[in-house]
């Protein structure tokens, strides 16, 4: 029995995404040949195989056609190679920390606090309010799908396939959210019932498609233990639907794109709510219609960006890093968030609101027990909260356990995520807010603890302390 015995060789040309999944196919079409693992931030191809070393001749005849040289390893300078390397990952690290900051600082501007939106708001502003969603928490949530599935999209065309046939599968994802968005819209504008997946499917969907978005992110990274885990469809199945004839190369971005409905943004689910009491299926389809009209063009970059990057050599190796780090961050903020709507610990509870409260009060930590319990009016602990795009304030408060809690909250202008408060622990449902007008929910807490209340998305989160008599 032969053995099993490994080779690198260094390649010229391969300088995409979809390079790795070419070369790895072809070279596996030499019956000696067992394992491929092709490396575009590393020029590189390892090489398990049987039997006689596999020769440059042979190789390079291979893969002639597609305009990649194959040569030996020693070929290069590995000290060269190596400080190559090195300025390159600082460059990706700085350029996604940018890219990052930008993100959080936009959100903190508190941009969608300029379009609110109710049963009242003109048709036309919808469009607005999706536009404001595609650059927020849509962003962070289907944007970072499309910048995964980009390389996935990648692999369906070779090299020699023009720009726009790169392009088919992005247009027809966002097309799928069009029809799709508009269809059940209409649907929700007829039914006028309550969704609930934001309490309860939701949270775990997402997380769901976190973790797959994380192992796609470690991939693309090129770490190899996690090259071994696929979660895309196998190769045969790839070629099938990529092949035009079939039409499957069509439709599975579509489907894809469709099935985004079901995210729960904030945004997302406040239109879909709108949608819901509009009375009619013509409202309600064209209120989603807009909104995901509006969506569309900041989804549209993304993923046109990452299709161009990805075939140009000098970016393509850089943006798959930094498209890896973005997914990631991505990834752990929709996870985070969702643990936050689950009332579950989260990296959140790092800074404690408890300290923030007694900053902003003046008070000393040991007064927290005595002067921040809130004053008893009619026979209720009333607390009182004001809230906004940019958040919860205060974010912290202390009540008396088995006392029942009227909780006032004045809303000065929240978006599509804050303009709800869900609390797992203490009562059931959302508290529903409105720009200018005062919520109240009451509830009696039972038992002694911390919990945590959020907005639908788990993006802005605040805690509940409940204390004994």
């Excluded at 959080?104 to 469009?127: D, E, R, W, Y």
């Excluded at 099938?240 to 943004?265: D, Q, V």
């Excluded at 890093?321 to 969702?338: D, P």
């Excluded at 643990?339 to 990296?347: D, I």
Aim: hydrophobic share 45%; proline share 4%; net charge positive.
């Amino acid at each position: 029995m032969n053995q099993i015995r490994k080779k690198i060789y260094a390649v010229k040309g391969m300088h995409c995404a979809s390079c790795e999944v070419l070369i790895e196919k072809k070279l596996l079409e030499l019956t000696n040949i067992k394992s491929v693992q092709a490396s575009v931030t590393k020029n590189t191809i390892l090489i398990e195989y049987e039997g006689e070393t596999p020769k440059l001749e042979g190789l390079n005849v291979l893969l002639k056609e597609n305009n990649y040289t194959v040569s030996d390893f020693d070929a290069f300078s590995e000290k060269k190679f190596g400080e190559k390397t090195k300025k390159e990952s600082f460059t990706v690290i700085i350029l996604s920390l940018l890219m990052i900051l930008g993100f959080l600082g936009l959100n903190k501007l508190g941009l969608s606090q300029l379009i609110n939106v109710g049963t009242s708001t003109p048709l036309p502003i919808f469009f607005a309010f999706g536009v404001i969603a595609g650059i927020s928490s849509c962003a962070a949530l289907v944007g970072s799908l499309v910048l995964a599935l980009t390389k996935q999209w990648g692999g369906l065309y070779p090299n020699s396939s023009s720009t726009r046939q790169k392009l088919q599968p992005l247009l027809l994802f966002n097309l799928g959210r069009i029809i799709s968005y508009s269809l059940l819209g209409a649907g929700l504008g007829i039914i006028g019932d309550k969704l609930s997946v934001s309490l309860k499917f939701g949270p775990i969907f997402v997380i769901v498609v976190s973790l797959a978005m994380t192992i796609l992110a470690l991939q693309m990274y090129g770490l190899r233990w996690f090259k071994k885990i696929h979660l895309s469809f196998p190769q045969s199945f790839i070629r099938f639907i990529s092949n035009e004839s079939n039409f499957k190369g069509r439709f599975l971005p579509l489907i894809l794109g469709a099935l985004t409905f079901f995210l729960p943004c904030g945004f997302t689910l406040t239109a879909q709510g709108l949608a819901l009491i509009s009375g009619g299926a013509t409202q309600g389809g064209l209120i989603m219609f807009l909104f995901v009209l509006g969506t569309t063009p900041s989804l549209l970059l993304i993923g046109w960006s990452g299709i161009k990057l990805t075939n140009q050599p000098y970016w393509s190796k850089k943006f798959t890093k930094i498209a890896s780090i973005l997914i990631l961050f991505f990834a752990f903020y929709n996870i985070n968030a969702q643990l936050n709507v689950l009332g579950l610990p989260s990296l959140s509870d790092i800074s404690s609101p408890t300290d923030k409260s007694l900053i902003d009060s003046g008070q000393g930590q040991e007064k927290i027990n005595k002067t921040n319990l809130p004053p008893i009016i009619n026979e209720k602990q009333v607390i009182k909260m004001t809230a906004s795009s940019a958040g919860y304030t205060p974010n912290y408060f202390q009540v008396r356990a088995g006392f029942p809690v009227r909780w006032e909250i004045k809303d000065t202008g929240t978006s599509g995520c804050t303009n709800a408060i869900i609390s797992k622990g203490l009562f059931t449902g959302e508290i529903l807010l409105t720009p200018g007008q005062t919520s109240v929910r009451e509830f009696t807490p039972s038992k002694p603890g911390r919990y945590k209340f959020s907005c639908w998305m788990g993006m802005i989160s605040g805690i509940i302390e409940v204390v004994g008599n």
